[in-house]
């Protein structure tokens, strides 16, 4: 489940750069939000009356609520920073979570093992490379996804807290909810987006409505019953991978041998954290 929602978020880099071709980005994530809440509330009407006759049954609404404004934060901070970067590096970036979610965890009282903080390591010396410029000067895009990977943490650790304990269906609605209210306020506020410009971005809010927002979301919040949270963060960062991929083959975005170095090394720290799992070892 996990996996899929990966790759549903690092393919949908490239519509929320798409969207923003005509919108702004609080009005490209208020017609998504919209669209993936309309869709799970579908979802979760022809479910609500089998859901709720299920023993220990608990409703996910009011932890959703404080999942989705970690969401929001780390959301919109990840769409405005895409005007000054590009949809590949915005992946990678945004995947500093797996370094953040086993820290934060150790709060909260998990175990981490040495391979975490190695590939830790390695996941970091990667973000340099891919991130800071050989002048030491970063991009303002590249510094707010750095900011922003802290709120994606607090937001997969919020989920692991409540994913077992209430219903998930319900909680994934509410933290869409939470993020389409607050995105339409923030677009009236700061923005005037045109009934044109949301149909001529039809296709990028339909993609980044349904398959990231509707399904994706949803796909984390049930994965995340399932596993631990290092782990989950491990599993979600792949979408590093799809978002640079995909914006390559559309976009044609193209990165420099330093960058992709980077990149490299972010990817063989997700497979050293994970390497005790990938082994067959407990």
């Known amino acids: 489940m996990i996996l899929a929602a990966s790759f549903f978020w690092g393919t949908t880099f490239v519509a929320q750069m798409t969207g923003m071709e005509g919108l702004g980005p609080f009005s490209y994530a208020a017609s998504r939000f919209a669209l993936g809440f309309i869709f799970l509330v579908i979802v979760w009407l022809t479910q609500r009356k089998k859901r709720q006759r299920e023993q220990g049954y608990k409703s996910g609404f009011l932890a959703g609520v404080g999942s989705g404004l970690f969401m929001f934060v780390a959301s919109s901070m990840q769409q405005v920073s895409m005007l000054y970067t590009t949809a590949g590096k915005a992946a990678f970036i945004t995947c500093l979570y797996i370094i953040l979610v086993p820290l934060g965890a150790v709060l909260l009282g998990k175990l981490i093992r040495t391979e975490n903080w190695i590939g830790a390591f390695l996941a970091m010396v990667g973000l340099y490379l891919l991130a800071i410029h050989e002048d030491f ?26 994913a077992s304990k209430v219903d998930v269906l319900e909680l994934s609605v509410a933290q869409i909810f939470v993020c389409m209210t607050l995105s339409s306020l923030a677009m009236l506020i700061f923005e005037t987006p045109t009934i ?81 799992t990938l082994l067959g070892r407990k």
Not at 143 to 160: C, E, G, N
Request: hydrophobic content about 55%; overall charge negative.
């Open 137 to 162: 000067s970063i991009q303002l895009g590249d510094f707010i996804l750095f900011i922003s990977a802290f709120f994606w943490a607090a937001q997969i650790l919020f989920i692991d807290k409540f």
């Open 196 to 276: 044109d410009a949301v149909s001529s971005a039809w296709f990028s809010i339909f993609y980044g409505g349904i398959m990231s927002a509707g399904v994706a979301f949803t796909l984390q919040v049930f994965g995340q019953k399932y596993t631990d949270p290092s782990t989950a963060a491990i599993v979600m960062s792949f979408e590093s991978i799809f978002g640079a991929v995909s914006s390559w083959i559309i976009l044609n975005e193209v990165m420099s041998g330093r960058e992709i170095f980077g990149c490299f090394l972010m990817f063989v720290g997700v497979l050293v954290t994970q390497s005790r």
